[in-house]
Every structure is written in C-alpha cells, then in structure tokens.
C-alpha cells in the first residue's frame, strides 16, 4: 500500500503573536484600536490597509529589545486605528517570526448606533447637499454648543469613508448662556453611492473631586469625561459620465510664437474655475521631431463661496530646429451636463533655422543629348578651347581646393571657441552620427536641466574629420 504525503506549511495560532482592541464594543463614531504584538528575532508584519471594508486611517509602531543570556529578544508592537460604522469581525492575520507563520485569533467587534446627546452639551452636524455628483464638493458644518462650565473639549475630525475632507473655517459665537463653536469642512466624494454620515463624538472634561490630602489640606481631581455624540445624515452621490471630471473650468495656453532655433520654449498650460481638481490627470505633449519635457502639475487652491476653486497648471519645454504646432489640449467636464473646453492651436515659428539642401529631381537627366559636333570645325580651333578649359579647371580646383580647407579649419576654429549653445547648432548639420547625437544630447541636458556632463571638444573635432574622411 502506498501512502501520499502531502507536505502543508506549519502554522501556528496564538503562541509568539498576540492581538488586542481597546474596544469590543463601541459607539459609531468612537475610535477602534487593534494592536498586534510579536516577539522573536526576525518579524515580518502583514500589510493591512482596511479589516472588513474599514480603512485604516492611522498606524503607529513600537519596539523594545532585550537580551536574556546574551540571547537577543525583539518584541514589534504594531497599532491600526479605524472608526467602524456598523459591527465588524477581525479576521486572523499571519505574522511571520524567525521564518515561522503565526496567525492570530480573529475577533468580533460590536458597533452600536447612539442617539443623539441632549443636554448641557450637544454636538449638531448639517449638509449643505444630500445630493450629489461624483466629485462635486459640499460643505459640512459641525457645531458645538456648551451651556455649562467644562475644562477641556475634543471634538472628533470629521471622517467619512470615500470622502475627501478639507477644513475650511471655524469661529466662536456666544448667545444668552450659550458658548457655541462652529466648524465647516469641504467634502468632495470619490466614490458613488449611499453615505451615512455620523454621529460624529466629542469627548467633555470636567475636573472631579476623587480625594483630600489631610496632611496638607488640598484637594485631589481628576478629569472626568462625558461623551458627546451628534446626530446622523444620509448623503446620496450620483455618478458622472466616464471620462469626465466635475466642475465648471476654463483653458488656456501661453507660449512664444516666434522663437529662436534650438532655443526653450516653455508652454504654460492653465486651467481655472471650481470642480474637482483632484481629479484632473496630468497632460502630455507629444510634437514630432522636438524635445519635449514635461513639467509636474501644480495646484492652486481656495475656497470661494463655499466651492473648491483654483487653477490647475501645468509647464512643458519644448526645444525644436524648425517650425511646429502645439497641438490643442482637451477636458472633458460635468457640471449637470457635459461640456468639452479645449485650447486653440498655436503655430510656433523657429528662426534661424539651419538651411536644409533640397535636390530638384525633376531636371535629372532631362538634358538634350548634344548634337552631332560640325566636322568642319577647325581642329586647332577646337584644341585652343579644350586647353583653355583645361587651364580654368585645374585654376577652379585649386581654389575650390583652399577655399574648402579654409572653411574646414573656420568649423574646427568655431567649435574651439564656441560656447554649448553654439556647439549645439554647429552640430546639427552631424546629428545623424551616433556618436555626435549622444554628445547633443549631454550637450542639452547640461543647457535645459543644468547638468554636469563632461564635453569632449578635441574628441567632436576628431569625429567630423573622420566624416570629412569617410570613416
């Protein structure tokens, strides 16, 4: 009888890995902390982002060494914070240690929804939108009213998941024996879909008298707090056609219109308005036989009559020889119906561009045949004009001779003396060597990104009399 063996990796449940809360059960609103612990000498933690669709909003690490009998001990102690909005089970994560696998105990959490707080202390949240579209911003206000004496007050950071929260403003009011504290945040939505939104929780000290110290005669207090909790909202974001982003924006361009050959162009890219600018992806710029750079976006923010707006911006450079177009930049936006802003086209004329030799292939070969010489010619005649023809060659050679190795050597004396910019245009008529392509390219990099690259004069020298040579 033959036995198969089936080889499992061991794992082992509790020993050498523990896993705690600060709560098994809470409020909505209120915060839960998990924390794994494990001890050993080579510790490697799972990557946890969320545990049961709540993500993990904070994290914080400790670690302690020991050596017991010159034996080293590690113990890693890791903290996830999350705010849950309805009860949750904690699964078992895997812990490796000193190349073992632990896993820990899952756990239930218990989630409960509390009423609103009534009282000397009450907490009141309200929405400017219940509806809204994908990425459309509204503006949260939280307020906090105090009608008695308290010595200390933590209002909870709003949280909302799929949400991004900026705060936009608070301020202090007093009416009758009321102290009143109003907050107001932005809320843009990054996912569709139904939204609870609270109750949000504030935590009120107040000082209690616990003992007396009879020798001295003080009193001794603690800090004793009351939870606060507000009511609860339900917001409904509607999606937006795909490949949109939501808002109201205008477009623009900047660029030189007339520029000098192999000289930057730096093309400024804007768009403003109020939207969602989170969403705007980056731009890319794509002209044939150019180089082109392209610059990181940058955003410019503000809050105006409660809207996200700003400018989005975005910088290329562009370096070309000859004349281009830039071509014009689309968005496609949404604000209740979709709308399509575009830049207009700009033509960008290169000066001082380098001549290009263009060769008239419609006169090739399309000269009469000559005609038949008259036999009658006076041979001595014919012989004068053949060695006066002959004279002027050899007189043309020699000068077309001298003139070309005076224009030779005036290359080589420019190149000795030219700075990079120069050195850059004396090259282009040789790009399509490798070798003089690869020295342009160190050549703009040290112009355009301000490197450091080392160029070779005395070796360009050596490659162009090579091309003269053939070689």
């Known amino acids: 009888m033959r036995f198969l063996l089936l080889f499992l990796p061991f794992v082992l449940f509790a020993s050498g890995v523990n896993i705690s809360v600060n709560k098994k059960v809470l409020n909505t609103g209120e915060e839960l902390v998990v924390t794994i612990s494990a001890e050993g000498e080579n510790i490697k933690f799972p990557n946890i982002q969320e545990i049961d669709g709540n993500t993990i909003v904070g994290t914080s690490t400790s670690d302690n060494i020991s050596i017991i009998n010159g034996k080293m001990k590690e113990t890693i102690t890791k903290s996830y914070i999350l705010y849950p909005q309805k009860s949750l089970k904690i699964p078992s994560f895997s812990v490796i240690i000193d190349g073992k696998t632990y896993k820990t105990k899952p756990l239930d959490i218990k989630v409960t929804a509390p009423k609103q707080t009534k009282g000397a202390y009450e907490l009141d949240i309200n929405i400017s939108k219940k509806q809204l579209y994908l990425g459309e911003n509204a503006v949260l206000t939280l ?49 569709s879909g139904q939204y609870n939104i609270g109750p949000f929780l504030a935590q009120v000290g107040k000082l209690v008298k616990t003992a007396t110290d009879d020798f001295m005669g003080l009193q001794i207090a603690s800090m004793k707090y009351q939870n606060v909790y507000s009511n609860k909202l339900k917001v409904n974001v509607e999606p937006i056609p795909s490949g949109t982003v939501y808002g109201d924006f205008n477009i623009s361009i900047k660029s030189k219109q007339k520029i000098d050959a192999n000289e930057p162009n730096k093309i400024k890219l804007t768009i403003s308005g109020c939207g969602d600018f989170y969403s705007i992806e980056p731009f890319t710029l794509n002209i044939k036989n150019a180089t082109v750079y392209q610059g990181k976006p940058k955003l410019n923010l503000h809050i105006t009559n409660n809207k996200l707006c700003g400018s ?19 968005l496609k936006t949404f604000d209740g119906k979709i709308k399509t802003i575009f830049s207009p086209e700009i033509d960008v004329q290169i000066k001082n561009a380098p001549a290009t030799i263009k060769t008239d292939t419609k006169n090739l070969f399309t000269n009469p045949m000559p005609k038949e010489p008259n036999r009658h010619i006076n041979l001595a005649y014919f012989l004068l004009i053949a060695l006066i023809s002959l004279i002027i060659g050899i007189i043309v050679g020699i000068v077309i001779v001298k003139l070309y190795a005076k224009i030779k050597n005036s290359e080589i004396t420019k190149i000795k003396k030219a700075d990079e910019k120069e050195l850059l245009n004396i090259l282009k008529k040789y790009e399509e060597n490798d070798k003089i392509k690869e020295i342009m390219q160190k050549i703009e990099e040290n112009i355009y990104k301000n490197s450091q690259n080392k160029i070779d004069k005395k070796e360009i020298i050596k490659i162009i009399k090579n091309l003269r040579m053939g070689k």
């Open 143 to 191: 307020k906090f009213i105090k009608k008695a004496d308290a010595q200390s007050i933590q209002i909870q950071r709003p949280y909302i998941r799929n949400f991004l929260i900026k705060e936009i403003g608070s301020k202090d009011l007093k009416k009758d024996n009321e102290e009143i504290v109003i907050y107001k945040f932005l809320l843009i939505p990054q996912k």
């Open 312 to 330: 989005f911006t975005q910088v290329f450079t562009v370096i070309a020889n000859r004349n281009y177009k830039i071509p014009s930049f689309k």
